[in-house]
């Protein structure tokens, strides 16, 4: 007999985080000729596609796989709603799972839908069909630590981490759940975990400060709640040390990414913080990285529709000191391929010589 997903999970934990190397292939890998990262389609349909309501079919389909849950029919449940989410995604239609059992809970036998829904997690083959389940537990209130184990394992892999998050959520210590477990992900796990962490202490705003926006996905997706829930702007104005210089670097440069999602366009004071982060550069201890963002800065500030020049000469002026050729001269030395280095006309063709700095950077 197969393992079930969660089997699956459990035996690939190593030290209380799962192996990098564990995927779960698709179980309906003719959903989509495109191939997603574990959580990634989920992702996708939260941050880029509009939620449209179930059809009239689609809902019975839904209404008739809840009641056979609830009648204790486990595996005629994984049957039919292992069919339903082969056409609709459970992450799409959660609140139309729920609604239905609220407005139905007179007629569904509570004990038993709840043995379903635990059935669903622990013992499914089926992808979609463990988050129905854990979309159901949600509705029970705080499980005892039993279960609280299981779920807090099973968010472990990035495909159900927003799901353990929303369970989470209603637990006395849920924060702190959450927290734990967003250090434990790295892909689209911990953007999830980051968007619904609250920084109600000092530990919890310090990791977002400084690792809250770093997966293996995009920056770019965490950035704007990283920014806001770790107080960026207040500690740049404060006088960041170093570490915090670095984080604040990393957010702004992520921030200036507005491809899958807003960022530096949703800050009140955009031009305010990036004057302020210029001005303080030249005190610190300045990487090829650095040099990087400030050149984003800069591009982003000559940018024609929302042009800032008193952001773009003081980016300017960094970019033109010795300090930032010599840094993109010897990352250019070791290899690394540099926007900047571009700029400048710095490549190893030329021995990591400068070339028309002032024409590139104008």
């Known amino acids: 007999m197969n ?13 209380g985080v799962l192996r990098d190397d564990f995927y ?3 179980d309906d890998a003719d959903r989509s000729p495109v191939y997603f990262a574990p959580g990634a389609f989920d992702g996708v349909c939260m941050y880029h596609m509009g939620f449209s309501p179930l059809d009239a079919e689609a809902y019975r389909r839904m209404a008739q796989a809840i009641r056979t849950a609830a009648a204790g029919d486990v595996p005629e449940a ?15 239609y959660i609140d139309d799972l729920q609604h239905y059992v609220v407005e139905h809970a007179a007629k569904l036998d509570a004990g038993r839908l709840h043995h379903a829904a635990l059935s669903l997690l622990l013992k499914s083959s089926y992808i979609e069909c463990v988050k129905v389940g854990l979309a159901l537990l949600e ?12 779920i807090r394992r ?5 495909e159900f981490t927003i799901f353990s998050v929303w369970n989470m959520r209603g637990w006395e210590n849920g924060n702190e759940e959450i927290f734990a477990l967003a250090r434990k992900t790295h892909g689209w796990g911990r953007i999830h975990a980051a ?11 310090y990791w977002l400060l400084t690792e809250g926006v770093k997966n293996n996905v ?15 702007e207040r500690i740049l104005f404060r006088k960041p040390t170093q570490e915090e210089y670095e984080a604040i670097a990393i957010l702004i440069e992520s921030l200036l990414d507005e491809g899958p999602v807003s960022g530096i366009s949703e800050l009140d004071h955009a031009e305010k913080i990036l004057l302020r982060f210029l001005a303080l550069s030249p005190e610190y ?7 990087n963002v400030i050149f984003s800065i800069k591009e982003w500030a000559d940018d024609e529709e929302h042009p800032y020049p008193s952001v773009a000469e003081a980016a300017y002026e960094i970019l033109h000191s010795a300090a930032c050729t010599a840094a993109v001269e010897n990352a250019v030395k070791e290899g690394r391929e540099l926007s900047v280095a571009e700029a400048l006309g710095i490549s190893l063709k030329n021995g990591g010589n400068k070339r028309c700095m002032k024409e590139k950077l104008s």
């Open 154 to 158: 099973i968010g472990l892999y990035d």
């Open 195 to 205: 968007e619904c962490l609250e920084p109600e202490t000092e530990e919890i705003r």
């Open 24 to 26: 779960l292939p698709n």
């Open 218 to 232: 995009m920056y770019a997706y965490s950035a704007l709640p990283c920014w806001q829930k770790s107080d960026a």
């Open 139 to 150: 509705m029970f209130g705080e499980p005892d630590d039993k279960l609280k184990e299981m």
């Open 3 to 15: 393992k079930s997903i969660y089997e699956k999970i459990c035996k690939n934990i190593e030290n």
């Open 285 to 291: 201890n300045l990487t090829a990285d650095d040099y």
């Open 78 to 92: 994984d049957k039919k709603f292992h069919a339903w989410t082969k056409d609709h995604q459970t992450v799409s």
